[in-house]
């Protein structure tokens, strides 16, 4: 039972994450498309975006598994065996329970550990990308612009990074606008920013009052982005990113009391996410191990089994986005989570309830 509850939840969290993998890439297409990112980096984005879905993805995979195997086990009349055999409720649930156990300790090494450090290095290439000019913001053949009233177009690139065909437009001065033109330049990086350098060109500009057209022609040029694009402060962090032990160390004393919140909400919903790999697969264990034999099937505890499942996790969003906002919520993070293990292993353990039986219709003398 348990291999068949493992291979099976496998399957299962590999289906889910595929198709989350392909409705997340969709968000990173227009970057392909009109910002010429690279496959690769396109994969990594994606990639890294995986374990914070799996650490939701695994407990419901294993709840459907346990829910399946234990409806087949009731259909073919093997768990009537099984309990001629002598095996309580909570026999026939250890496999689900070793299982839940063994993938919540996973939960805990994505949640605690490998989700941060994935989260992080995603956002920082993301925040790299959008503002990597000479690589991505900066396309061949194309007019791209700049904040408000820069226009740069490029011919072509070079292997070596140099750009060949420049023409920038700038008006950032709205009333003194000015077109420079060079054979070739190249992006250089610099402590105030980004900045185009041109080589043999010339520069444009009218007069206003008289429209005469000045033309200096220069040998190197260089055009500023900071007052366009504006100077890039430094990322801030948010929650998911930070490591586990960075939000244990944190105390009252962070001047901003929004981010305490969210900061202390985001630690313990760290800590109780991963007992929702126990927590799910009890849920369906207690509910169809308890049910009796129905000749009609195992519809309607399907059904309640299943309904319970989407109502735990629909309180964990919500006692965790309430918890952000008043840490006083943060208690309901924990119960939400113990209450159904506990009410499950209750419900497993307890002996049955003794069933009524009708006494018989006297028949007529």
């Known amino acids: ?17 595929c198709v989350l993998w392909l409705t997340q890439s969709l968000r990173f297409v227009e970057m392909i498309v009109n910002k010429g990112l690279s496959i690769g980096a396109f994969l990594k984005l994606t990639i890294l975006l995986m374990p914070g879905f799996l650490v939701v993805i695994i407990p419901i995979s294993l709840f ?3 829910l399946f195997t234990y409806n087949r086990l009731i259909a073919d009349r093997e768990l009537v065996v099984l309990r001629a055999a002598g095996l309580s409720h909570l026999a026939l649930a250890r496999p689900a329970i070793i299982l839940g156990l063994a993938v919540g300790a996973v939960g805990y090494l994505l949640s605690c550990w490998i989700i941060p450090i994935t989260v992080r290095s995603f956002h920082e290439m993301q925040w790299t990308i959008r503002n990597d000019i000479g690589n991505v913001l900066l396309q061949e053949g194309m007019f791209n612009k700049f904040g408000e009233g820069l ?23 709205p009333n003194k606008p000015v077109t420079l033109m060079a054979e070739r330049g190249a992006i250089v990086y610099t402590e105030q920013g980004p900045r185009v350098l041109m080589v043999n060109g ?19 040029y260089t055009v500023d982005f900071n007052t366009a ?13 930070r490591p586990t032990l960075e939000l244990l160390a944190m105390d009252d004393s962070m001047e901003n009391k929004g981010d305490l919140r969210r900061f ?59 918890s952000a906002g008043n840490l006083a919520f943060v ?18 353990a307890r002996p049955p309830w003794p069933r009524r039986r009708t006494a018989p219709v006297p028949s007529a003398a």
Do not use: C
């Open 64 to 66: 459907a598994v346990v």
């Open 202 to 220: 010339n520069r444009q500009e009218v007069t206003p009052g008289t429209g005469k057209m000045s033309l200096l022609y220069f040998d190197n």
């Open 264 to 322: 202390k909400s985001e630690l313990h919903s760290r800590l109780a996410s991963p007992l929702y790999s126990l927590a799910f697969p009890l849920l369906a264990a207690a509910v169809l191990l308890t049910s009796g034999f129905d000749r009609r099937g195992q519809t309607m505890q399907v059904m309640v089994a299943t309904a319970l499942m989407v109502a735990v996790q629909a309180l964990a969003l919500g006692a965790s986005n309430l």
């Open 151 to 173: 226009t740069i177009y490029v011919r072509s690139r070079t292997p070596n990074g140099e750009l060949t065909g420049l023409l920038v437009h700038d008006k950032r001065h």
């Open 331 to 348: 208690p309901f993070i924990y119960i939400n989570a113990a209450l159904p293990i506990t009410l499950s292993l209750w419900v497993l």
């Open 229 to 241: 694009t504006g100077n890039k402060p430094d990322r801030f962090r948010d929650a998911r990113e």
């Open 1 to 17: 039972m348990m291999r068949q509850m493992l291979v099976g939840m496998i399957f299962v969290s590999a289906a889910l994450a």
